[in-house]
Each structure stands twice: as structure tokens, then as C-alpha cells.
């Protein structure tokens, strides 16, 4: 039953609404050719008033769009707004009032308090007719058209995916934060007292305890420092992918030939994902393919971000589903990059990465 | 020797404190940031300021660039930089005008109490205390280069001798007789188109200043 209540009072709605809407709209339609953006801020007031009573009066979510070419169609909705209010109002505010006052007769005996309990259902199955009508009208004038919605649907997950690739990001830069302000530094801490306990300490078994103890010490630092350095480098923060890149290459036990032409920064996202595509494919170059001669060159080409990364190794390495290769690929789609290896087996290999950089 | 301590963790630097007083070595001021050393430096006037590279506010590279400041400010203040890692980068602008009376070594390495307090020595004393590894990044860039035609054997005295250690010292550690280290320095020199200098001081500078020229070509 509230749902017809909600139908009436929207079509009833409907006619100062939509004629409010309709005059506003006519006012700027004239000078739309010389001040389109009056028609523009117009449209997009009314249709926020017309969104807010289909929400409000039928519980009905019209979806926003943010495509410009749907002001077209939102106009006419405003226009058409006024006759379907018009009617709208004669006929469920005719047909409602009317029967009112026929079946007010009923308390006299008059038969025609019948014929008023039809003008009521009339009104009553007009005015939800007349609402479901207005409804599909302001889905398809005022909403995105299938187009615009898809459209619109991917530039939300795009956003998401953005997020959701910078949240990762900032947890990692959070972990490497927290190891290093917390744990480092009471490790260092640990491994300093035992150094002077063991200082302190003649010979015998309880130095010898001790400075077991204390090698253990700095063996865990040692081990910390290398997984708290490749979960995030700080200094990819600060100095950029230069640096880094400069530091990962030079704790390799074998050379590479490292080529970085820069100009200015990339968005922090891009360079953390470029670090990682460049310490991975080293760490299988030097790891498994046992190359001897490796080749890394990164440079800035307008907005790309071009890294390459050469070597003699033994070849024959593929993406698969679940490994290292295939994680890097992940990352580097989740921005919209590209990524490709060509490795024969016999070698050499080639990894091939590009990364969009807009400023 | 007098000595100021910049470092934000406060469980480290009670433990510094500790370390360098049992070592016979006084601690005008233990301060915990950038700005805090500055002043500290300026109102105590140390042989030394002991720094952590990464502290308040940005937790980033504060301590290099208080070093920096420092270093062209007072430049007879020794300044010893520890850090979590060491980062070539670092060391080069570092190194980059100023090799006397600096260090720059992983903060694990105050776990071995008597050589920390040997190197920080060596430093206050106007010397230079390079972390091994930061030593071994400096060469691995360079293997493209003239250090290219050093020996394994010639290498490792380099890497040794640019951590600021004697001819004595990095024979006792390379246990090699102190003939031979000479014999390899001179090799080095002569590869590297160095003229050999008197003190152990002014070998690693010339080493330094030429790692230094490579980095920048």
C-alpha cells in the first residue's frame, strides 16, 4: 500500500518539480549556442533534483553520469518533464480528488459511492503506471546510456586497481618502516650488549656462550637487513631508481653493465615497480641461467618508462603460471604496462618492460 | 676525545652511550635528530659526531645531509655515519669533497665493540672508516674500469686499505707478510696511475678521490 502512496505523491510531485525544471531549462536554452556552459550547470541542477525525488519518493537509485554528451538527453527529460506532470497531476490528482467525494456519499447511501471507489483505484493504478513510466524515462534520459555505464565501470576499476596496487605499495614501505625503526634497531642493540658482555668475560664456557651467542646475533642482523632491504629499498625514496638500482647491481657478486638516463622522477608506484622488475630478472640471471654478462639499461622516452635487461645465460625461461616471471608480469599489467621475454633455450635472454611515467 | 651522538632510537643510543664511555671516550651530548646535532656540534665543539643516517622527521637521509652540513661547516669535526644499510650512492656524495675524518659503516658493525671503537678512532683521528661492504659496491661499479686490471689477490688489498686499515693491519687480516702487501700497494698505485704517497692517510685519500673521479666520469 506505501507503494502507491510513494507513486502518488511522485507523480504529484512531478508537475511543480518538472515545471520548475522545464522554465529554468527554457530560460538558458535560447543563449545555450552563446553560454553552454548556463545550459550545462542547469541540466545538471535539475537532474540532482530529479535523482534526489526519485530516491526519496520510489526509493529508485537513478545512476550518475559523468559522460558529457548525456546533457542532450537530460534536457529533454526536463522538457518533457512538464507535460508528464501536467498529466500526471490531472489525472491522479482528478481522479483521486473526485472519487474522495464520491465515496464521502457513501454515508448518505448514495450509490454512486461506487462509481467513487473506481475513480480511486484509478487514480491509484495510474499514478503507479505513471511513476513506473517516469522511471524508465529518467533511467534512459537522465542515466548513462549501456556505453557510458561500461565506460564509467572501467574507470571505477581502473581507480580500484590504482589503489589497490598504491595500498600494497605503502604496506610494504610500512613493514620495511616498522622492521627497520623497531626490530633492526633492537637486534643492534642486542648484538652491542653481548659484544661487551663477551668483552667483559674471562675465558671459559660462559664466554665461549656468549660469543656464540653474539655471532648468532649478527648472523640473524645480516639475514634481517638483506629481506628488509628487498621488501622495500628506502633509498628508491629518496634518490630515486638510480640509486637503487645502482646499489642492487653493486651487491651482485658478478658485474653488470648498468645504463640509467633519467630525467627526473617517476610517479613512486612506476619505480617501485621498475626496481623489482630489474632485481628479479638479475636474480634469475645470476641464479639460475648462471649468465656472465648482463646488460641493464633503463631510460625515460617521454611518458615511458623503457627497461631492458640483457643476458648470456642459459635461455629457455618462460612465464608460468604461480612463478617469479609471471608475478612481475602481474605487476607490471596492474599499471598498464607491457611486458615480454624472448629466451631461447642456449639463450640469450631478453626481458623487455615498458612502464607508463606521466608527470 | 670528545663525542656527539645523533640517533632516534633510544634504546641504541643509551647503548652508544654505554659503549663509548666504557671505551674511555667522553659524550658531550646524545641527541635524536638533524637539527639536534647541528646545535649540539655548534655548542659543544666534538672530535666526532656519531650519526644514524636515517631519523626524525623524514626518516630518510637526514644523517647524510646533517654530515654534509656539518662537514662543510667544521670541517676538522670527524664525522662517523651508521646505518641500517649502506648505499653507494651515499658514500659517493659523501665522498665527494671530504675523505678526511669520515666514516660511514653498517650499524651491525658496533656489535664488534673493540674495532667499532678502533674505526671511530681512526676517523676522530682525521682517517677514514669505510663499511667493507660499502667498499665492495664501490669496486663492483668499477670493474669496467682500470680496477678491472687489478688481481683478486690486488683487489682485496684495495678494499682493505680503503677501510683505512695499515699495511700491517691488512696483512695480519689478509695473512699475507707485510713484503707482500707493499708489493701488491705498489702494483695498485702503478695501475691505477697513482703516485704512491708517504702515510697510510694519504694512500686511501688518493684511493678515494680516484673512485671519487670514476664515479662522477
Redesign the interface.
Known sequence: MTGVWRAVVHVLTGLPVGLAGAVRTLLVLPVAAVRPGALRAVAARRTAVQRGRFAALLGVEIPEVTAPGAMGRQVAFHLLALPIGVIGFAVVGGAGSAGLGFTALVVRGDVRAAAGVALLLLAAVSAAGLARFDTVLARRLLGPNPAEALAQRLAEMARAREQAVAAAAAERRRIE?DL??GT???L??L??????A??ALPDGPARDAVTDA?QQ??DV??EL?GF??GLY???L???GL??AL??L????PQ?V??HVGLPGRCPPVIEEIAYFVVAETLTNATRHAAATRIGVTVVRDRDLLRLAVTDDGAGGAAVRPGGGLHGLAQRVASVDGTFRITSPPGGPTEVEVHLPCGS | MRVVIAEDSVLLRAGLVKLLTSGGIEVCAAVNDADGLLRAVDEHRPDLALVDVRMPPTHTDEGVRAALTLKRRRPATAVLLLSQYVEERYAAELLTGHTGGLGYLLKDRVADVDEFLDALRRVAAGGTALDPEVVAQLLARRRTDPLRRLTPRETDVLATMAEGRSNTAIADILGIGRHAVEKHVNNIFAKLHLTPADTDHRRVLAVLHYLDHVERA
Open positions: 618502516r627497520h625503526d633492526q634497531q633492537r643492534v642493540a648484538a652491542m650488549t653481548l659484544g661487551m663477551r668483552g653474539h646475533a649478527k642482523l645480516a637487513r628488509v632491504r629499498p628506502a633509498v625514496d629518496d634518490r638510480d640509486a645502482s646499489g647491481v653493486a651487491r651482485l658485474p653493465d648498468l
